[in-house]
């Protein structure tokens, strides 16, 4: 049996260049999410949403391979991050941090499916973030991302670059939450070693004129 494998087949969205920015398309996916505040370092609510995305994933996984007979890979962890002022991520100021965690499921997993799983996963472990869990679709669209080689607190000056010189210089404004995708194991691997995707969805920055269109032809022609 095949493993369905969300990072091969959207391999545009998770092999991305840690050199120069690039330009992507997201589709619309659908993951399971918790959402929590604060320092991810040191919020006890930020571990237990981890624990309960993790404890249902696996279910879901293992109910779709017995039920239906399709296998799949459990995505890498995954989160949106807000705050009132942007610049937070570039100073660190992580206290003030809104945090979505998440993982994203395959297109044949029903809300049903995850309702399902996340009782499974509540009947055989107390999970206190577990009645915070439930399904969301993201249609990202258009975004920048580039790969982040190393420890997370040292992503500030890729964000810098990214915030003011490459969406500024490229006629792109923010369209949606910081997202990140940790394709690494933060608790086996070296910070030095660590490998993270920071996206951020992007629109046009200028108005749009009275026959529709934005006026600026820059956007969709970036070769990064």
Do not use: C
């Not at 879901?60 to 890979?73: M, P, Q, W, Y």
């Not at 869990?133 to 040292?154: C, K, W």
């Not at 369209?175 to 030095?192: F, K, M, Q, V």
């Amino acid at each position: 049996m095949d493993k369905y494998d969300i990072k091969k087949a959207h391999k545009q969205l998770y092999a991305p260049n840690a050199k120069a920015f690039a330009l992507v398309d997201v589709p619309e996916l659908t993951y399971i999410a918790v959402d929590g505040h604060g320092d991810p370092n040191t919020s006890p609510a930020h571990a237990a949403a981890v624990e309960a995305l993790y404890a249902t994933a696996y279910a879901i996984k293992f109910a779709s391979k017995n039920a239906v007979g399709r296998d799949f890979v459990v995505g890498p962890l995954e989160g949106l991050w807000r705050a009132s002022d942007m610049r937070s991520f570039v100073t660190g100021d992580k206290d003030g941090w809104d945090w979505t965690m998440m993982i994203v499921q395959p297109e044949w997993i029903t809300a049903a499916d995850i309702e399902r799983a996340r009782a499974e996963a509540g009947a055989k472990k107390d999970l206190p973030a577990l009645d915070r869990l439930r399904p969301i679709t993201l249609a990202e669209g258009r975004s920048v991302q580039i790969l982040h080689l190393g420890p997370y607190d040292d992503e500030a000056p890729t964000l810098a670059r990214l915030h003011d010189e490459f969406m500024p210089g490229h006629g792109l404004a923010f369209n949606g939450d910081h997202h990140e995708i940790y394709l690494s194991d933060a608790r086996r691997t070296a910070p030095a070693k660590l490998r993270t995707i920071l996206r951020q969805p992007v629109r046009s920055a200028q108005p749009v004129s009275p026959s529709g269109g934005s006026g600026d032809a820059r956007e969709g022609s970036p070769d990064e």
